[in-house]
């Protein structure tokens, strides 16, 4: 893990105070700007001492920025309950003595370059008028990505406790004739749906209260599109932004009467006052924004690319081609039954097993979801011979091995519930209500992250062959409660559980530097970027069947990229749906992200598996392309078309793959048109379709340019339910004659 995600990584309370450095571009009097910026996006602040600190300017690169400083049309930057902003502020405390007040002034500011030349960080350092209270807000900028993260410290000089009641990470500005928001809402088996809605004036807030598992009804991810009222992927300005935050989130959008709008983002702080203490420093969550002026497509890429380099916990390892055992076997299994899956894994030329829940559990064996839950031993009945020999079998076949737990739960039914009464989150004097048959954990206490350290830890004992966990999370908090914080101080739960989450994973990273981990969470409960500080992977939803597929990896791909998408093909009917689709169309919407299967092979015949080993040894001729390269989205799963398509294209532009669908029969008349953007428009490439016995289309090993692509388009005739159609596209030296689709082909090029 390099320098700078470290510098991301602790959202610790910190003791201390906040250093204060002489400024190095304000003078006495005069308000200078303080200009954050990398290579296409700038934001600009006003700042002189004493003065309030304005933010001028977020959106496309500006070079003098000096004018803004006079120009009398910035907005405060980090509202608080003062004077006549009347807006939802960012910050709101009640001092030591009682005040309600805060009101905010410049003090001083300073850069510095961090690592490697592409990161700088802004420090902006703010005290209250009358108060001893001390803001500084961090910005740092990525420059090639484009990008700006930020947080907040707050740091308590007063004689006695703050209680911080609104606490965000930022407020940022912005003033445009329309603001078209699209975020993502869901459920269960439904995550990462895509809604976009104009915003009018008053607030709309985007939030989750659920304080684990937080991300499948809304994502704490926005898109904002300027002055338009439609949805781009290719034109005009977009701002992403996400918050990297595992807990209770709130992002709201307040456009005034002056048509501004503010978008407030950080922890949630409804229920979650927080108690600071004389001496200490509250660290909010880093919130992550980005611009393009080439749309959500643009938008998108940009954080993809920061992603990968910076915001998951690192890019250099890919998570191979898998088969879970999870929908194949349930809890119903043994050595022979894992062994077959094992080697049916092999032979379709998977490159990972991973043994999901039902290891564990003798007292209470791990039969269900009803028992054995926090008994982390490996159950004697289903597996005598051990973890160690299944994952030995895995690497003797080649394969790499991985396994499940759940460290943060425990069922009624189990020894560590009789054990450790005390350690369940529930309001002592209230029932704490079962989900799952579960109850959740209480890391606000250190003995609970010392055991789920130790979970983790013991089950990397129980073989050195070990190389994937995958970390599930299957409830939400309720009732929320802790018998160790102290009865004044029960409010911080909601913050202090994330923390005590993080500070495991810190303790995990530190020894298990190799290891890859996935964050699940009943599916797409975890899929943040604080999460993924330090997991590899996420699972984006439990719902595997393709067409529901084609929605859930399109919102994901909006704020996170393919190589943290696990992707799996599954057994029809679907388990969750009910739904048959073609195992075609399962491989061809898997291969988009990092393609896995989750069923019994064994139920599969074998010209399927034979299918399906070939798909699997072409993603892995390609599947660079799709975990690094640039994501073009064409159309959307959403599309009246019924046709939606995704291109992604290699950083020298020098290879793509095309994957198209047909998600809804529209008549055979129509076929879809696909532009191909994001090719170089001078090389000319040749076309390839992957995963089909014989090629299908009139076009297919043909050769044509990046411009002809993009602007003519490509049109294989995708007009039945499930078609869908992969091709690879590579540069060739030169160009080819363009072959005319033969009559009654399936296809032309147009
Ligand atoms: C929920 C997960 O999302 C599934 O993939 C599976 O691991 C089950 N939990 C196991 O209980």
Redesign the pocket.
């Known amino acids: 893990m390099n320098g700078i995600k470290k510098m991301l990584l602790p959202l610790a309370l910190l003791a201390g105070t906040v250093a204060t450095a002489a400024p190095v571009t304000s003078a006495e009097g005069n308000s200078r700007t303080i200009d954050i910026h990398t290579d296409r996006l700038s934001l600009v602040f006003a700042a002189a001492p004493g003065s309030v600190l304005t933010q001028c300017h977020f959106g496309a690169r500006i070079d003098n920025s000096a004018p803004l400083a006079v120009s009398g049309t910035g907005v405060p930057a980090y509202p608080t309950a003062e004077g006549f902003d009347f807006r939802n502020p960012a910050l709101r405390v009640t001092h030591a003595d009682g005040d309600p007040n805060t009101e905010l002034r410049y003090v001083s500011h300073t850069s510095k370059q961090l690592a490697d030349g592409n990161v700088t960080e802004t420090a902006i350092r703010l005290n209250d008028r009358c108060q001893a209270l001390d803001v500084e807000l961090i910005f740092t900028a990525y420059a090639r990505e484009n990008v700006i993260t930020t947080h907040a410290l707050i740091h308590n000089r007063e004689k006695g406790a703050v209680e911080l009641r609104d606490f965000y990470s930022s407020a940022l500005s912005l003033r445009a004739g329309k603001y078209l928001l699209t975020h993502l809402y869901g459920a269960w088996a439904r995550e990462a749906q895509v809604e976009h809605s104009l915003l009018d004036h008053g607030s709309k807030s985007i939030e989750s209260s659920r304080g684990v598992r937080t991300t499948h009804t809304e994502q704490p991810a926005f898109l904002l599109t300027l002055d338009s009222d439609s949805f781009n992927e290719e034109y005009g300005e977009v701002i992403a932004g996400a918050l990297a935050w595992s807990g209770n989130f709130r992002l709201n959008f307040e456009v005034d009467e002056s048509d501004r709008l503010t978008v407030l983002a950080g922890a949630n702080p409804a229920g979650s006052e927080y108690t600071l203490r004389p001496g200490e420093t509250f660290r909010t969550p880093e919130m992550i924004y980005t611009y393009s002026n080439q749309g959500a497509g643009g938008a998108s890429r940009n954080l993809h690319d920061w992603a990968r380099r910076y915001g998951v916990y690192r890019n250099t390892h890919t998570v191979p081609t898998l088969l879970?055992s999870?929908e194949g076997a349930y809890f119903d299994f043994d050595f022979k039954t894992l062994a077959g899956m094992i080697d049916d894994a092999a032979a379709m030329g998977l490159e990972m097993f991973v043994l999901?829940?039902g290891w564990f559990g003798n007292k209470y064996p791990r039969n269900s979801?009803g028992a054995g839950l926090g008994d982390w031993q490996v159950n004697v009945r289903k597996l005598p011979e051990g973890i160690d020999s299944i994952a030995s079998y895995a690497h003797a076949r080649g394969l790499k091995f991985g396994i499940?737990i759940?460290p943060e739960m425990v069922n009624p039914k189990s020894e560590l519930a009789e054990r450790h009464p005390d350690w369940i989150v529930r309001m002592p004097g209230r029932e704490a209500p079962l989900s799952r048959n579960q109850w959740l954990l209480d890391l606000t206490n250190p003995a609970v992250q010392d055991f789920v350290f130790e979970v983790f830890d013991q089950t990397m004992q129980l073989s050195k062959k070990i190389d994937y966990i995958?970390w599930?999370a299957?409830r939400n908090a309720c009732n929320a409660g802790s018998a160790y914080l102290p009865a004044a101080e029960q409010t911080r739960f909601w913050f202090d559980y994330t923390q005590g989450f993080y500070r495991v994973l810190e303790r995990i990273r530190a020894k298990f530097p190799d290891v890859l981990i996935q964050a699940?969470?009943?599916?797409g409960g975890r899929v943040e970027y604080g999460a993924l500080r330090y997991f590899d992977e996420v699972?984006t939803s439990?719902n595997t069947e393709a067409l529901s597929r084609a929605r859930i990896q399109y919102g994901t791909s909006l704020f996170y990229p393919a190589s943290v998408m696990g992707a799996h093909v599954s057994a029809v009917p679907n388990h969750q749906t009910g739904n048959r689709t073609p195992l075609k169309f399962r491989l061809d919407m898997a291969c988009a992200g990092r393609l896995g299967m989750?069923l019994q092979p064994r139920q599969m015949d074998d010209a399927e598996r034979a299918f399906a080993r070939k798909a699997i040894d072409s993603y892995k001729g390609y599947r660079e392309i799709v975990l690094q390269g640039d994501l073009y989205r064409i159309g959307t799963p959403y599309d009246r078309s019924g046709c939606y398509a995704v291109l992604y294209v290699s950083k020298d532009k020098q290879r793509a793959v095309l994957f198209t669908y047909c998600l809804q029969y529209q008549g055979r008349t129509l076929r879809p048109k696909f532009r191909l953007r994001g090719l170089d428009p001078q090389t000319n490439y040749r076309i390839r379709e992957l995963n089909v016995e014989k090629p299908r289309f009139g076009f297919d090993g043909g050769t044509f340019s990046g411009s002809l692509l993009a602007e003519a388009g490509i049109e294989p005739a995708l007009s039945k339910l499930y078609d869908s159609g992969v091709f690879l596209l590579e540069a060739a030296d030169s160009e080819q004659p363009i072959r005319t689709a033969p009559t009654g082909s399936r296809s032309g090029l147009r």
């Open positions: 879970n999870w999901d829940d979801s499940w759940e995958k599930d299957n699940c969470a009943s599916g699972w439990d989750e």
